[in-house]
């Protein structure tokens, strides 16, 4: 990773202010905000343009969106205002939703090996992510760990972000070992879920730069 850069940094799963407050005040990039209701994490569009109201800095709204209808999105972006809609979804209903919303689209991704890795990056950013148990009921989410080191070398030609797992003590790792340009976590600052730790948040962003600009 080239010395000039700076690894990204996303917090996912606000739902209340002392959390949203830590990721602008500690210069998180992106600040995710989750509209699905299996989500101990889930929001309601009004509750996150409260938060967004309180000052983004120079962090980015992210809305998180699972096999989602055009109407589930613009109800959200009625009342939400988010900056880049992150789904789960088929390579073509991306692009879809991308064209619709001229929003900046990222799909998430779930691999369970270095061969389930993407050969391209249908919209702005690919989120690599482990695959979820067979009984697990939501994609994401689910505080599992990728095996980092079927990223070992991967050097694909589209922005992407490296999800699942990270926590305080293991992003610098993570980012070492797969030479990830950008990170997202959310259980791993967490007292419980959706209720983020400031101190936590504040740890996070420092690891996960310090190593960047190693």
Not at 79 to 90: G, W
Not at 125 to 135: S, T
Not at 156 to 168: I, K
């Amino acid at each position: 990773m080239p010395a000039h850069c700076r690894t990204g940094v996303k917090i996912c799963g606000l739902t209340e202010a002392a959390g949203f407050d830590a990721c602008v005040e500690h210069g998180a990039d992106w600040i995710g905000f989750v509209f699905f209701n299996r989500s101990p994490r889930f929001v309601k569009p009004q509750q996150v343009a409260g938060l967004v109201g309180r000052g983004l800095g120079h962090a980015r709204a992210v809305g998180l969106f699972v096999h989602p209808s055009d109407e589930d999105i613009a109800r959200v972006l009625e009342h939400a205002p988010l900056d880049v809609l992150q789904i789960y979804a088929s390579d073509a209903r991306a692009q879809q939703v991308a064209q619709t919303f001229a929003l900046p689209v990222w799909l998430s991704f779930p691999v369970a090996g270095r061969e389930d890795l993407p050969a391209k990056c249908p919209v702005q950013r690919m989120l690599i992510e482990p695959r979820p148990p067979k009984d697990a009921t939501r994609p994401g989410g689910n505080a599992q760990k990728l095996d980092w080191s079927m990223l070992a070398g991967w050097k694909p030609p589209f922005p992407w972000m490296l999800a699942g797992g990270l926590g305080v003590e293991s992003v610098a790792e993570a980012i070492r070992i797969t030479g990830a340009p950008a990170v997202d976590v959310s259980s791993g600052v967490e007292s419980a879920p959706g209720i983020k730790d400031p101190a936590l948040i504040a740890r996070f962003v420092r690891n996960a730069r310090t190593t960047g600009e190693v």
